[in-house]
């Protein structure tokens, strides 16, 4: 299983930006994808989770801010990648953080605040 995100960078506070997590070597219907994020000195935050049948579950307050997506790719070939995505809008200093996707096993995935399998992370920095 490999989890690759992109499109993290520097942003003015107010900008916007999309996050993609290229999931592979997973069939996306016995998985929920997540993001967290994790600022330094500060806890890791889930921020919401999506699966193969399209539920959304946001766990944090940036839920109006934050919209989660995926291509709705449900994998039978291990070697397709599903896509997710994570738009970012009229973002703050206080965002900035690494973000980063993950991958809950389990039909319950997108409930639970741990995960499988993660990928490197992408570091987002929102200028004031």
């Known amino acids: 299983v490999q989890l690759v995100e992109s499109g993290g960078g520097l942003v003015p506070a107010g900008g916007s930006l999309r996050l993609s997590c290229a999931a592979s070597g997973l069939h996306f219907d016995d998985y929920g994808i997540n993001w967290f994020r994790q600022a330094p000195g500060k806890e890791r935050e889930k921020i919401s989770c999506?699966?193969?049948?399209?539920?959304?579950?946001?766990?944090?307050?940036?839920?109006g801010r934050f919209i989660i997506s995926s291509d709705g790719a449900k994998n039978s070939d291990r070697g397709k990648n599903t896509v997710v995505y994570l738009q970012m809008t009229n973002m703050k200093p206080e965002d900035t953080a690494v973000y980063f996707c993950?991958?809950?096993?389990?039909?319950?995935?997108?409930?639970?605040?741990?995960?499988?399998?993660r990928g490197q992370g992408t570091q987002v920095t929102v200028s004031s």
């Open positions: 993950a991958a809950t096993y389990g039909i319950d995935a997108c409930t639970v605040q741990y995960f499988n399998f």
């Open positions: 999506i699966n193969s049948d399209s539920e959304i579950f946001y766990t944090t307050p940036e839920k």
